[in-house]
């Protein structure tokens, strides 16, 4: 069984266009996060959500919004897409008070604007 | 501020070839140290949580180890199959993620 799977795999769309990426952890994980990762494998986090209360909102465009519906799953919604948004996001998760701090991370999914 | 360094950023190596990837890091309060491999097109997979100076942990051919400064990946007598990117990331004490760049290792057959 998959722990953190994202969908979909690969996005390709317009700019101006508005798109979702959804993330769910079979783990029983309470924290879960979305990172960006850029044409240079830099991971950067952008997201935190414990127990769907928002944790973390590094500096991130507010076109960018993401929603927890429950502790499972984390999805992300972009509006007004831009050419720069073309990355791989990954979502990932963690147990916060477990004392053991490592990240489980999905399979990514890879936006392309045009 | 906090920041994770990775050399090299590439490494080739022939099979058998061992080797050792470095992670230096500044933090303000290290909770915990975390090796990753990332292979093409995959997410980062996890390998080994560091906590404190002196720890030391293994998982077949790669050995980590941790001072205050700095990390090394010891890969012993690697495979082809061992190829990937290798990242480094540390866990602050202000609760923080912060990762490094990465090394990519390719093991030469």
């Known amino acids: 069984d998959t722990a953190v799977s994202q969908t979909p795999k690969y996005l390709v769309t317009q700019m101006g266009n508005d798109k979702s990426i959804k993330c769910e952890q079979n783990?029983?994980?309470?924290?879960m996060y979305w990172y960006k990762q850029d044409s240079k494998k830099f991971l950067k986090i952008m997201f935190s959500y414990n127990n769907k209360e928002l944790i973390i909102n590094e500096t991130v465009p507010n076109r960018f919004s993401p929603k927890s519906p429950d502790k499972a799953h984390l999805n992300l919604h972009i509006n007004s897409l831009e050419l720069g948004d073309s990355a791989v996001y990954f979502c990932a998760s963690s147990q916060k008070g477990s004392g053991r701090y490592e990240q489980y991370f999905g399979p990514g999914t890879r936006l392309t604007v045009t | 501020e906090d920041q994770v360094t990775q050399s090299p950023e590439a490494l080739r190596l022939q099979e058998g070839e061992s080797s050792s990837l470095n992670c230096s890091y500044t933090?303000?309060?290290?909770?915990?140290l975390f090796w990753y491999r990332q292979d093409p097109g995959k997410g980062p997979e996890f390998l080994f949580t560091l906590y404190s100076a002196g720890e030391e942990k293994e998982k077949e051919r790669l050995k980590a180890t941790l001072t205050k400064k700095e990390s090394f990946l010891h890969i012993t007598a690697p495979k082809p199959e061992d190829s990937a990117t290798y990242l480094c990331?540390?866990?602050?004490?202000?609760?923080?993620?912060?990762f490094g760049t990465g090394t990519r290792l390719k093991v030469l057959a």
């Open positions: 990331a540390v866990f602050s004490g202000t609760y923080k993620y912060i």
């Open positions: 783990l029983g994980h309470d924290t």
């Open positions: 933090v303000s309060g290290l909770r915990g």
